[in-house]
C-alpha cells in the first residue's frame, strides 16, 4: 500500500518570505501523480498544484513550485513571496494504480507571521 | 458553477444512534467520493463511485457504514450503530473522468465543506 508522510507537523513563515513543505511518500509503481491540496479553516479543501510522475519538469502553478524527486521519493511544495491567505493546512497526496483515490499525508499547518 | 454541496455541515448524536450524511457532487462529474477525516490527520478514502457504481471501498467499514449514489448522480453515506471513534468530518468530493482518464490522466478532487460528526 501506498503510505506519504508528512514529517512538519507545523511551520511558521514571515509574510512575503519563502517557506517549503516536505513530503515523502512510499510506492511501488512507476506511474503515478502527486499534489498538494490546500485547507483553510472553512475545511474545503482545494488543489494547489499537481505533478506528474512521467513529467521530469517540476510543476509550477504561480507563487507555487515543487521540487519532485522521484529517486528519492520526494515531492516538497516551496512558497514564494507568502501571503496571509496562504495560512492554512497543506496536505500532501498520491494516486495511482486504477482508482483515482487520493491517499493524503497528515498535513502541515502553515502560519504566515506578519 | 455550484460546487460540491454536502448536509449537515453540522450532527451531534449518543453512540449507538444512526446518522446519514448527503452529498451533490457537481454537475457531469461522474466519480464521487467519500473521505473520512479525523481531527489531526489527512483525509482516509471510504469509497469511491463511477457513476451509480462501487470502484473502491476496501476502507469502507462495513458492518456500520453503507453508501450508496443511486442514478449516478448525489449520494448518502450512512453509519449505523456510530461509535464514539466515528466522530470525524466526512468529506465528499467529486471529479470530472474525461476520455484522458483511460490513458492514466488523474482528474482534479473538487471537495465539499464536509460535515461535522461528534459522537458522544
Known amino acids: 500500500a501506498q503510505t506519504v508522510t508528512q514529517s512538519q507537523p507545523e511551520m511558521s513563515v514571515q509574510e512575503a518570505e519563502t517557506v517549503t513543505l516536505s513530503c515523502t511518500y512510499d510506492t511501488s509503481e512507476s506511474d503515478y501523480y502527486l499534489f498538494w491540496y490546500k485547507q483553510p479553516p472553512s475545511r474545503q479543501m482545494i488543489l494547489v498544484i499537481r505533478?506528474?510522475?512521467?513529467?521530469?519538469q517540476n510543476a509550477t502553478e504561480n507563487r507555487f513550485s515543487v521540487n519532485f524527486q522521484k529517486a528519492a521519493k520526494s515531492f516538497s511544495l516551496k512558497i514564494s513571496d507568502s501571503q496571509l491567505g496562504d495560512a492554512a493546512m497543506y496536505f500532501c497526496?498520491?494516486?495511482?494504480?486504477?482508482?483515482?483515490?487520493?491517499?493524503f499525508g497528515k498535513g502541515t499547518h502553515l502560519i504566515i507571521q506578519p | 458553477e455550484a460546487g460540491v454541496a454536502q448536509s449537515p455541515r453540522y450532527k451531534i448524536i449518543e453512540k449507538r444512534q444512526s446518522v446519514a450524511f448527503w452529498c451533490n457532487p457537481i454537475?457531469?462529474?461522474?466519480?464521487l467520493y467519500w473521505y473520512q477525516q479525523i481531527l489531526g490527520q489527512g483525509p482516509k478514502l471510504l469509497i469511491q463511485?463511477?457513476?451509480?457504481?462501487?470502484?473502491?471501498d476496501s476502507q469502507l467499514p462495513k458492518d456500520r457504514f453503507s453508501a450508496e449514489r443511486l442514478k449516478g448522480v448525489d449520494s448518502t453515506l450512512k453509519i449505523q450503530p456510530a461509535k464514539l471513534e466515528d466522530s470525524a468530518v466526512y468529506l465528499c468530493?467529486?471529479?470530472?473522468?474525461?476520455?484522458?482518464?483511460?490513458?492514466?490522466?488523474?482528474?482534479?478532487?473538487?471537495f465539499g465543506e464536509g460535515s461535522r460528526l461528534t459522537v458522544l
Open positions: 505533478q506528474e510522475a512521467y513529467k521530469q
Open positions: 454537475s457531469g462529474h461522474a466519480t
Open positions: 468530493a467529486s471529479s470530472f473522468t474525461p476520455p484522458a482518464v483511460l490513458a492514466g490522466e488523474r482528474g482534479e478532487l473538487f
Open positions: 463511485f463511477q457513476n451509480n457504481g462501487v470502484v473502491d
Open positions: 497526496a498520491y494516486s495511482g494504480g486504477g482508482a483515482d483515490g487520493l491517499t
